[in-house]
């Protein structure tokens, strides 16, 4: 679950990027997060993934408090987080298979645990075929999906993703966002960031909306009402 | 760290050496060097250390007994002249033995034959433990009552002092100096090798890895790089001793300088690298991963 109560966060040269957000996410939930460039998007996704600390206000993600987690506590609070961005993020030498076992690896998982996993979530994802590829010979869409998959491996308890269709074409976009639609469904709470209204309204879910560092809808009829 | 791990770590840093080949080949090509600089003055040290030693003991002051005093007076002074804390042996030359030994520098020449004893006088050969103190000393044994004077050679051992001196001081700053080169040029390679795997290492804290675990791979590449370099010197810095003492043993001009054998110097040298190898290494990687984790 994410909570955040009166957030702000200003930075050192003096930008307001949040001005009180207040939202909360519940276990399971599907929510989308939009909102126009600068509209403090990103700020929120660097303060939920501990990049950057708030000036201001409460957060509380997964159990952890995140205004007073020790710096020795952060890997921790990340493994209940898969994070995904808009450039993929993939490592270039290494084959789809080990970009997803990296990231169990990185965790501390015994080989064991790895070559159960990261088949499964390979295959949940629809690349079980294209395991010995390297990033760069597969599409977009493809790449997103190694990086979704790598976001799912350690079993996360929310998937943030950043502009995961960004990049992608309108057919890809809507297909990145039906899997993730379906890891939803399997139980793990999704909050996409994104500002493309169209693939926004093609799903019923919740769309917080944000705009100059503050919450300006907040509704469930999964409705892209604001004009960026 | 189990040996799961252990294996994950070893793989990745050394497949980060391969990986930057030409880095990793130049940073133990610097560290060789400087282990070869830095040996070759600790071996100079040692074998300057040796000679000056074998120098001192051969180094002796004469007391020379007052002519006044019986046979046995002047023999009783030996245990005097021991128990001063810098003398190493005080050993009694009779006056008819100086006297032999005088002439038998002059293969008995039939000029100096009818010589009398009576016109020596009995004395001490004292020998020191420092030589650095030797003007303390040589006033200590001229304060016994019964001795008449005492010569030494004093500038001959403050010139030993202060080689020794010299040479140990210059050793160890270019010593230093060394190791602070290839701590710095240790460190720029593995922050090549950082910058390059930056985006992974972001991944890996995202995922939630520790810094613990993101620090060991290049820890590995450090000490291996490190260790490979002290092996590399060793071997190198084995040949050239070998082949300078051959060089000095062959010469008839300075066949005069008695070198080490390197049998007695391997081992202490083989530490000191290694240590070396592994403080540079180590050190080198951990000061620039630090930056990185900051995330």
Known sequence: MVRMTNVCKAYENGTKALRGINATIEDGEFVFLVGPSGSGKSTIIKILTGEIAPTLGEISINGYDLNSIKPSQMPYLRRTLGVVFQDFRLIDKKNVYDNVAFAMRAVGASSKDIKRRVPYVLELVGLDTKTRRKPNELSGGEQQRVAIARALVNNPRLIIADEPTGNLDPARSLEIMMLLERINKLGTTVLVVTHEKELVNRFSKRVIAIDGGRVISDGMDGYYNYES | MNRNRFGYFAKEGISSIFNHGFMSFASIGVIVACLI????????SLNVSAMIEKWESENQMLAFV?????????KALESKIEEIPNVADAIFVSRDQALSQYLSKYNDNDLFKDIDSKVLRHRYIVYLKDISMMKDTMQQVDDIVGIANVSAHIEISEGFTTVSRIVATVSI????????????????????????????IAIMKMVGATNGFIRWPFVFEGLILGLLGALIAFLAQWGLYAL????????????????????RLALPLLGIFIFTGFVVGIGGSLTVIRKYLKV
């Open chain 2, 244 to 263: 300078l003492t051959v060089e000095i043993t062959k010469s008839s001009k300075i066949n005069v300088i008695e070198v080490l054998p390197f049998g």
């Open chain 2, 37 to 44: 600089i830095m040996g070759s003055f600790t071996l100079l």
């Open chain 2, 66 to 74: 007052d002519e006044t005093l019986s046979d046995d007076q002047a």
């Open chain 2, 173 to 200: 700053i270019i010593i230093v100096v060394l190791l602070i080169v290839s701590m710095f040029i240790m460190s720029n390679t593995i922050k090549l090798a950082t910058f390059d795997r930056r985006e992974e």
